[in-house]
């Protein structure tokens, strides 16, 4: 069963140097989804020690639960932030949510 649009929760505004906890789930699809994240339409790389687009944010990308947690925000992380979930039978984004820093 294909995902149904995943809800997403961004928060609004997080102060410099604070953790932020950013949520995407959907329950429709089987076999249960997987979650990537895209900020500024580009894809979030699950490990953020991995990815030079990252520009040393760090954070742990959950794509099994679909939490992404920045353990402390910088200005970089500010952008537009949305996510897709992903089964065998296709998948289905969240609209784009403003996070600033």
């Excluded at 040393?56 to 970089?76: D, E, I």
Aim: charged letters at 20%; aromatic letters at 8%.
């Amino acid at each position: 069963v294909k995902p149904m649009t995943p809800r997403c929760s961004v928060p609004k505004a997080v102060p410099v140097g604070k953790s932020a906890s950013l949520h995407c789930h959907e329950n429709e699809g089987f076999p249960k989804s997987t979650y990537s994240w895209y900020r500024n339409s580009e894809p979030l790389s699950p490990d953020s020690k991995s990815s030079t687009k990252s520009h040393n944010s760090s954070y742990t990308l959950n794509p099994t639960t679909g939490t992404l947690v920045f353990h402390a925000v910088h200005k970089g992380d500010t952008g537009r932030y949305s996510c897709i979930a992903t089964n065998d039978a296709g998948f289905a984004k969240c609209d784009e949510q403003e996070m600033e820093v």
